[in-house]
């Protein structure tokens, strides 16, 4: 069993200061609503073992926490016009503490929110610049471990002014101007996030790209957000491997209509860009393209190492990130300069607590959200270290993460739940042999944490000194959403507790879109007003920002996620409700592997679902109808849809089994029944419910069969 609670250090982040009414929202009760979603129930166990917690044993600063939350919501314009003035250094801000009229404008009706418009302000100057200012010049801003242990590299505020300058100068010297989109496809080199830095500096629209994804995967997010520019380089290396990334790039390029979108490829050489030592690479092994390639290895050392920052509107749009949907197609959702900024500073500094001495390691990759915000945005905005890691939390063994705090002395930790079963696995010896003193605050994100996991992170990495916060957000919406507070609200593990501050959420009847009040409820997860950091729209198709997000249930953001509000008001999310899976802590749409699987000529239909599994979270199920004419053998053919779906997604989406089925379970008018799917997947053919509605209730025997066989 998990134990209750831990001692919760004191969150010295100061909130806004004021007298207001106690929320008793949190505590009321009523029956419990019927409201049955239709999401994969994953984690019930967690509610059942989610100690109680007893309103009137909680301490000052969680019932603090209550009036500061209800004040905030209430007073939504006012709460982020005092945080933006106390977290930001604005170039011109036109509000007031006593007028804060046009903070926010625009709503979720047309999803025209804007935060702050017309106040002007660099993100890169507030990331680096001020802190050079204000005495943190030889402050390490930024450590960077390599694939191997012991390859670090530091480097310190003014280090960063001058690097970050270089990249955003040799940027313009290849033409980027203001409002240009670069793509860039980086591994986890310093050159990266210094890259992000660059753009924001001069303006231009970054639009990251996870290595990992494949080339067709690449070519379309290029072509997708016409960006002319791309900066990558000759290779990565993970977990002793190497990933030949410029040749992913040249191929991305012939795809589509990158050819004629592509001016530009700035490439790094990763050798010669972390060891100064390091001897020029061969151009004619790298492929050069003469009128389109750029060395930035050698244009650095031309550039000067200062470049003005570019002043920017609040509401210029800072980043694009790609994110899986319930269509084929992956929305460019588009984050602005001030929101975005004000949310990533705002969130560290609530949830972790941040202080400027802090050492703060987030391991995800800065090809996803939490990259971006936490590895990059937040802890640089809040002049604290961040640390950059390239490698594995298994390379080369177990200890990766554990031997990396003790000699960075870490001390807010922040990773993913499946990255903890990958470790538990291993057992408690390998944490213990590290000094682990140094820990203040653990992380969790990206799917719900299992209690197994949750009490390995609490007990053996945390000794049973340090907070776990349980961080619930999306690519969407910014920053944190859901989460604990180190001293202020309390943990209970498996849920992501309570709102931040600024956030007002809601728990919505999934088939009348009413808010459902009280506790022990179940329904789905939605916020009622627009707060700094929501991305603002799909690029380039608002209508599918709205249709995704703003108009499936009228007057709320909604998140796509199913969720269950226990007896004390704690929120627990169970899953997602639309065809988006969660594998890895990665967010993979089922159609998009749907769609790569029908591009194999012998396919005629294919149907994706996730079944529950012990370290990935979900597993990718796939099952696929050979076409009447297809003669492939069936080994043959799982190898060659396997290939194809790394090919056009990328490895990390590769299904973890393939079922050649001659039919799939279909209503009679025509629709797959993925619940179907996912209770066979799932071993459980015993609890299908109801399939009257099958046009051929014969393919349930079929598929147990074959999923039988797979097993
Ligand atoms: O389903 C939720 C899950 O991850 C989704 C967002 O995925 P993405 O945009 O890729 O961002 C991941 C990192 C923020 C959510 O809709 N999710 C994220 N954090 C949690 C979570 N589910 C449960 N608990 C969390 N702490």
New binding site residues.
């Given amino acids: 069993r998990v134990s209750a609670f831990a001692p919760n250090p004191p969150n010295r982040n100061v909130q806004v200061k004021s007298k207001h009414v106690l929320s008793t929202r949190l505590f009321a009760t009523v029956e419990k609503d019927e409201a049955a979603v239709d999401a994969p129930d994953h984690m019930p166990e967690l509610r059942d073992i989610a100690p109680t917690i007893d309103p009137k044993s909680s301490n000052t600063a969680f019932l603090r926490y209550m009036s500061d939350h209800a004040f905030s919501v209430a007073n939504n314009a006012k709460y982020w016009n005092e945080r933006a003035q106390s977290l930001l250094s604005w170039e011109h801000y036109p509000f007031t503490s006593e007028n804060c009229e046009g903070v926010v404008t625009g709503g979720f009706e047309y999803g025209d929110v804007a935060w702050f418009s017309g106040a002007k302000l660099n993100v890169c100057y507030n990331a680096i610049d001020r802190h050079v200012q204000n005495g943190k010049a030889d402050q390490v801003a930024m450590i960077w471990e390599g694939d191997e242990p012991g390859q670090v590299l530091k480097f310190t505020y003014s280090d960063m002014l001058r690097r970050v300058s270089e990249i955003a100068n040799a940027l313009k010297s290849q033409g980027v101007k203001k409002g240009d989109v670069v793509t860039i496809y980086m591994p986890m080199i310093p050159q990266l996030p210094m890259t992000i830095l660059a753009c924001a500096r001069i303006g231009a629209v970054h639009s990251v790209v996870f290595a990992g994804f494949s080339s067709e995967a690449l070519s379309a997010r290029i072509s997708a957000s016409k960006s002319k520019f791309v900066v990558t380089t000759d290779n990565g290396v993970r977990g002793g491997k190497t990933i030949p990334l410029k040749k992913i790039v040249d191929d991305a390029i012939e795809r589509n209509d990158c050819k004629d979108i592509v001016k530009n490829v700035m490439v790094f050489e990763r050798e010669r860009s972390i060891a100064s030592d390091a001897v020029t690479a061969d151009p004619s092994a790298m492929n050069w393209i003469s009128d389109r390639d750029v060395n930035m290895n050698d244009l650095l050392p031309k550039q000067r190492p200062y470049c003005t920052p570019e002043t920017m509107d609040a509401e210029d749009e800072l980043f694009i990130l790609y994110?899986s949907g319930s269509t084929g197609q992956p929305k460019g959702l588009v984050h602005t300069t001030g929101g975005y900024s004000l949310y990533a500073a705002h969130t560290i500094q609530t949830t972790f607590d941040l202080q400027p001495n802090d050492v703060f390691a987030c391991v995800a990759d800065c090809g996803?959200?939490?990259g971006h915000t936490y590895v990059v945005y937040a802890p640089l905005l809040s002049g604290s270290t961040t640390v950059l890691f390239e490698s594995t939390p298994l390379y080369p063994d177990a200890g990766r993460y554990w031997d990396m705090v003790e000699r960075h002395k870490i001390s807010l930790f922040y990773t993913a739940p499946t990255a903890i079963r990958s470790l538990v696995r291993f057992g408690d010896d390998i944490p213990k042999k590290y000094d682990l003193s140094s820990l203040r605050i653990l992380g969790?994100?990206?799917?719900?944490?299992n209690p197994a996991a949750w009490q390995w992170y609490y007990e053996t990495v945390g000794q049973e000194r340090c907070t776990v916060v349980?961080?619930?957000?999306?690519?969407?919406t910014g920053g944190h959403i859901?989460?604990n507070i180190p001293g202020v609200t309390p943990m209970k593990p498996g849920s992501?507790t309570l709102p931040l501050y600024g956030i007002d959420l809601v728990v919505l009847d999934p088939m009348t879109g009413e808010a459902i009040e009280g506790n022990d409820v179940e329904g789905v997860l939605a916020i009622r007003s627009p707060w700094p950091g929501i991305a603002r729209t799909c690029l380039g198709d608002h209508a599918r920002y709205l249709s995704t997000y703003l108009r499936p249930y009228p007057g709320y953001y909604f998140?796509?996620?199913a969720v269950y509000r226990d007896k004390d008001g704690f929120y627990f999310?169970t899953?997602?409700v639309d065809d988006?899976l969660?594998v890895s802590?990665?967010?993979i749409g089922t159609a998009e592997v749907e769609s790569a699987l029908v591009k194999h000529p012998s396919v005629a239909q294919a149907a994706v679902v996730g079944r529950p599994h012990p370290i990935k979270g979900e597993a990718i199920i796939a099952y696929a109808t050979p076409t009447e004419s297809n003669t492939e053998d069936e080994e043959e053919l799982v190898k060659e849809l396997r290939l194809l779906v790394r090919s056009e997604i990328g490895p990390f989406a590769s299904p973890d089994v393939i079922c050649v089925t001659p039919s799939l379970p279909m209503t009679r008018s025509g629709k797959i029944m993925r619940r179907v799917l996912r209770k066979i997947s799932a071993g459980e053919a015993d609890q299908l419910g109801d399939v009257s509605t099958l046009a051929d209730p014969g393919v349930v025997d079929v598929l147990i069969e074959l999923m039988e066989k797979q097993a």
């Fill in positions: 994110t996803w959200i939490t969790s994100v990206g799917e719900p944490i349980d961080t619930y957000w999306q690519t969407e859901v989460t992501c998140t796509g996620d999310i899953g997602r988006v969660n802590g990665h967010r």
